[in-house]
């Protein structure tokens, strides 16, 4: 097969840009103009090509074996939009080494091609396109765009031995997710329905301005922590708190940083959503904003899907480009309007095949706790078993509000979570428990899971390990592989979870160890490298099965641990039975781990009916 690496050039200037406008937004405007293309077929000669967008249309398609080669490109994103909704042609393969680099080298290290070429000593990128703002491929000299074809050329070249230089240590395999992710954006097939979209954005609009008319806050009460504290209590919030760098004694966590109030802009009640807004000074709520951008899209075309390959250290992928499609609102009143304006096209359907209880499936398999993994295998309701343990009553017994209990312990203790945080997790709930009982369900679920308590201790001396250049294995034997020089942890894939600069600090409770990220540095410890090791592992699991699935039908959107579809009417029932099977197959590296999935189907992405 032909790898051929491109790099398109288009027209800019100081609004126009993707700086300030999204991917599809940039592709997808009025102003949008195609001013040159660099093209090298495996190792031939770049060429650069220039003229009306018929006669380059014609062109690329006519002397070129599209079907039949992979496409390269740095931000595969941008040149495959440009490829497939302007020039309408469409490879075999998409790759992207913006992707691979992000893999490779960390989320935390520049991913640029200037970056990328300095470090690797591939040479300069070159700064001709600064020279090119503002100005239409009729404004530029002849020798101006002769320069300006030298300088994509360049462009192409670098990308070219880039990709060279990664292919001999990146996973074949992941190269497959890079490209079902890629094609979630460059091969749109979701509509939005905007009138319906319209008339919701009319409701949250003038739910906002009645909800801030009645809030009874100031502006300098809002700003005031003991008062926005007290606000959010009398909602039933438990005001989120952090340990002071500067005092090291516990305070609010009201920084637009701090994740604990990240978290309520997401909350289920909207009133909460209002008081951060009003907070942060913000314009809008999260949900308002959504809309809007949805909105705009709609009448663009459909729905591309913007998701970022490798967005975090586990590896899992992220949302980007102002619309987090991968993390869409699930929970509280009215969350569903934004899922239910997703629609399959006419005598299409979506599939939503949600893998169940991954993390804490992966988690027992890996620290071997055998009942519980038997009981995933056996279809057992874990979550009452567990409540039945809390209760010491029979699972026969057990109510819904203790399988509840059950379910937030199964979900939330695993990661070593102390009882003030359990009872904080459940008061967000609605949950209100005393300490005691708060430190008593803890204490029975360590008991009970002594192989997952064990695993905790690995994951220190792991981390320990790693800090002091020694190695050390991490659960089941033979699936992880920790690498000191680089501070990581191999996974099945063969990628790194890197702990990047980790450093050790002497405290009064111990040794207690961080590493950086951009946002600054983060505690790492036992529990919490187990959470990213069952996280980076549940990514492993989930993109083999997606290459599976993209035998049949190609994988549209991802959300947490899903996999969305979008077939045709008359293959519905074949494409649900293949899917099932497929989430239901574990990885070669993963014998024993006991998968399942529940399924769902409908015409709209919020209203969806179970399947069996």
């Known amino acids: 097969m032909d790898i051929i690496t491109l790099d398109f050039e288009t027209y800019y200037d100081q609004d126009y840009t993707l700086k300030k406008l999204t991917h599809e937004e940039y592709v997808r405007d009025s102003r949008f103009e195609i001013i040159g293309v660099a093209v090298k077929v495996n190792n031939s000669e770049s060429v650069w090509l220039s003229g009306p967008l018929d006669k380059l249309q014609q062109y690329l398609s006519e002397n070129y074996d599209w079907g039949n080669s992979a496409v390269l490109a740095h931000n595969t994103m941008f040149d495959g939009a440009i490829m497939s909704w302007i020039l309408d042609i469409h490879p075999k393969i998409w790759l992207d080494t913006l992707c691979m680099a992000r893999a490779l080298h960390g989320v935390e290290v520049g991913g640029s091609l200037a970056y990328l070429a300095e470090e690797y000593a591939l040479g300069d990128k070159g700064t001709e396109v600064v020279d090119a703002k503002g100005k239409r491929k009729k404004d530029f000299t002849k020798e101006e765009l002769s320069a300006y074809g030298d300088y994509c050329v360049n462009d192409v070249e670098l990308t070219h031995k880039l990709f060279r230089i990664f292919a001999g240590v990146f996973p074949k395999e992941e190269l497959k997710t890079i490209d079902i992710t890629l094609r979630m954006f460059i091969e749109p097939i979701l509509k939005l329905d905007i009138p319906r979209l319209e008339e919701r954005l009319k409701i949250v609009r003038e739910d906002k301005e009645k909800l801030l008319a009645t809030s009874g806050m100031e502006k ?134 949600d893998l169940s209880q991954i993390e804490a499936r992966i988690l027992a398999w890996l620290s071997e706790q055998d009942d519980l993994v038997r009981a995933f295998a056996n279809r057992e309701d874990v979550y009452v078993k567990m409540a039945a343990e809390i209760y010491d009553k029979a699972e026969e017994d057990i109510s819904d509000g203790e399988r509840f209990i059950g379910k937030q312990t199964i979900l939330g203790a695993g990661y070593g979570m102390g009882y003030d945080r359990f009872k904080k997790q459940l008061a967000i709930e609605g949950v209100l428990i005393e300490e005691d009982e708060a430190k008593r369900i803890i204490k029975v679920y360590r008991d009970s899971n002594t192989r997952i308590t064990g695993l905790w201790r690995e994951a220190q001396t792991a981390i320990q390990g790693m800090y002091q250049g020694d190695k050390y294995m991490v659960g089941k034997e033979g699936i992880l592989k920790v690498i000191p020089d680089q501070n990581a942890i191999k996974m099945p894939s063969g990628l790194l979870m890197r702990y990047t600069n980790l450093r050790a600090e002497q405290t009064d409770k111990g040794v207690q160890y961080s590493y950086h990220t951009r946002k600054g540095r983060v505690k790492i410890y036992g529990g919490k490298c187990v959470e990213n090791i069952c996280q980076a592992l549940a990514k492993c699991v989930i993109a083999e099965q997606m290459v599976r699935v993209r035998k049949l039908t190609p994988p549209r959107l991802t959300v947490h641990d899903s996999i969305i579809l979008c077939v045709p009417d008359e293959e519905l029932l074949d494409t649900m039975e293949y899917v099932q099977e497929c989430l239901r197959w574990a990885p070669s590296w993963a014998d024993g781990l006991p998968l399942d999935c529940d399924i769902k189907y409908g015409k709209n992405y919020g209203e969806l009916e179970e399947w069996q």
């Open 220 to 353: 300098k009460d809002l700003m005031s922590n003991p008062k926005f504290a007290k606000a959010l209590e009398e909602l039933g919030v438990v005001p989120p708190t952090k340990i002071s760098l500067r005092t090291e004694k516990e305070t609010f966590a009201f920084a637009k940083t701090d994740e604990g109030f990240k978290a309520l802009q997401e909350h289920p009640d909207v009133q909460v959503q209002m008081l951060v807004a009003a907070r942060i000074g913000l314009k809008s709520t999260l949900e308002e904003t959504r809309i809007e951008s949805f909105i705009e899209i709609g009448k663009r075309g459909s729905l591309p899907v913007p998701i970022k390959y490798y967005a975090a250290h586990t590896g899992r992928w992220g949302g980007m480009d102002s619309i987090n499609l991968q993390n869409l609102p699930s929970r509280g009143k009215n969350t569903k309007t934004l899922k239910s304006c997703m629609l399959a096209p006419e005598g299409y359907t979506i599939i939503d095949a």
